[in-house]
Every structure is written in structure tokens, then in C-alpha cells.
């Protein structure tokens, strides 16, 4: 596509409940990233995938978080058992590889608010 | 761990005149890449410029330009000619040029213009 979509672009839940989000990558763009961004704060990384290796989870910041990445494309970060604290703006953004320049696409955004 | 810090929350700015937002990081490494991204408040991050660590010149975009100084880890920003739709969040962000490709960002400043 022509930029990096994400969906839903706002989604409110209740405490306890099970939420997913979605990326569209760049077409071609091999490196995918997942950040949080709580409310006047800055980017908090999450997580990374480049191609087929290993993601980078080093950011997650419990075991009710994790990501997937269907055909080295599509990403969905799903959130367990949500919690109030984890509302935020998550945001994806994705690059070429190797990105020298450093360069990442971002996305709109996807703004999770738990009751 | 590489850190980012931004210093100031908040800026406020004449239209027409001239602001500049500090940014200091903390790193061991000597090849890294150092960004200043633009938030709207569609929540798009948009890539302003970029500097190599390895380059001397400051790097510059049309109204905004950098001055890094490596010695002292500082890498600020400076918007000229300051326009209303300069208005956003700014973020300062460190990439190192060894260990992949995510971004390490600074808590932001919210550039303020008055007409």
C-alpha cells in the first residue's frame, strides 16, 4: 500500500478482555516495529521483526503482550486480559532493510483505551 | 542501554521567528544514526532529518537544521522561520549502527506557534 496502516484507529474495551491490533506494512518493506505510546509520553519500543529471523520481543512488557507476523507482512499485537494501565497509542511503523538511513514509516496509530 | 533525554516539555514560539529544542543522549558507541521525528496531531510520525554520527556537517532540511556535537552527546534542533504548521510533538531518536534497527526516543517537546 502506500503507507502503513493500522486498524482499528481507536478501539475502547473493558478491563479483562482480550484485544488485537493490526499493521499493514509498506509493500516490500521487511522490518516491521510495534511501539507504545502512553498519553504525553514518549515511544516505547515493543517489539521487531525482520523477515524471517527471530523478532526482537525485548520490549514487551509482560507475558500478556505478543505479536505476530503472517507472511513476512500483516502484523497483529494482541493484548491478554487488558488492563487500565495499558492504554496508550500504539503504533506501527515499518522499513527497508538493512534501513542505514535509519528511516522508519509510521502509522497512524491504533488508541486503546481499557474501562 | 542507550538513553534519549529531551528537556523540554514544551516551547512556544513567535510565527516567523526562530526555536530550538535540546536533545541529549547517553551511549558508548561511535557509528550510530540520530533523528528528529514530527508528530501532528494526527499522530503520524514524520521524519524531519537525519545526522550520521560519522559526519562532521550538520545536517539540514530546508527550514530546520541541527547542530551535533558528539563530544557533548547533544543534538539539537533548530526550526526557522517558524509556521503554523510547525505546530506538533517533536522526538528526538537515537539508532544505533551495530545492533539492528529500532529507534530509542526522547520524551518529546511540544512546539507551540502563536501568530
Known amino acids: 500500500g502506500a503507507g502503513v496502516s493500522q486498524s482499528p484507529s481507536n478501539k475502547v474495551t473493558e478491563k479483562g478482555k482480550d484485544v488485537e491490533l493490526r499493521c499493514d506494512p509498506i509493500?516490500?518493506?521487511?522490518?516491521l516495529y510495534w511501539y507504545r505510546q502512553s498519553l504525553g509520553q514518549g515511544l516505547e519500543f515493543l517489539i521487531y521483526?525482520?523477515?524471517?529471523?527471530?523478532?526482537?520481543k525485548s520490549g514487551l512488557p509482560s507475558d500478556r503482550f505478543s505479536a505476530e507476523r503472517t507472511g513476512g507482512s500483516v502484523s497483529t499485537l494482541t493484548i491478554q486480559r487488558t488492563q487500565q494501565e495499558d492504554s496508550a497509542v500504539y503504533l506501527c511503523?515499518?522499513?527497508?532493510?538493512?534501513?542505514?538511513?535509519?528511516?522508519?514509516?509510521f502509522g497512524e496509530g491504533s488508541r486503546l483505551t481499557v474501562l | 542501554a542507550q538513553t534519549v533525554t529531551q528537556s523540554q516539555p514544551e516551547m512556544s514560539v513567535q510565527e516567523a521567528e526562530t526555536v530550538t529544542l535540546s536533545c541529549t543522549y547517553d551511549?558508548?558507541?561511535?557509528?550510530?544514526?540520530l533523528f528528529w521525528y514530527k508528530q501532528p496531531p494526527s499522530r503520524q510520525m514524520i521524519l524531519v532529518i537525519r545526522?550520521?554520527?560519522?559526519?562532521?556537517q550538520n545536517a539540514t532540511e530546508n527550514r530546520f537544521s541541527v547542530n551535533f556535537q558528539k563530544a557533548a552527546k547533544s543534538f539539537s534542533l533548530k526550526i526557522s522561520d517558524s509556521q503554523l504548521g510547525d505546530a506538533a510533538m517533536y522526538f528526538c531518536?537515537?539508532?544505533?549502527?551495530?545492533?539492528?534497527?529500532?529507534?530509542?526516543f526522547g520524551g518529546g517537546t511540544r512546539v507551540l506557534v502563536k501568530p
Open positions: 511503523a515499518s522499513s527497508s532493510y538493512p534501513a542505514r538511513t535509519g528511516e522508519l514509516f
Open positions: 509493500s516490500g518493506h521487511t522490518a
Open positions: 521483526f525482520q523477515g524471517n529471523s527471530a523478532p526482537d
Open positions: 551511549t558508548s558507541e561511535s557509528d550510530y544514526y
Open positions: 545526522q550520521e554520527a560519522y559526519k562532521q
Open positions: 531518536a537515537y539508532r544505533s549502527g551495530a545492533a539492528g534497527n529500532k529507534l530509542t
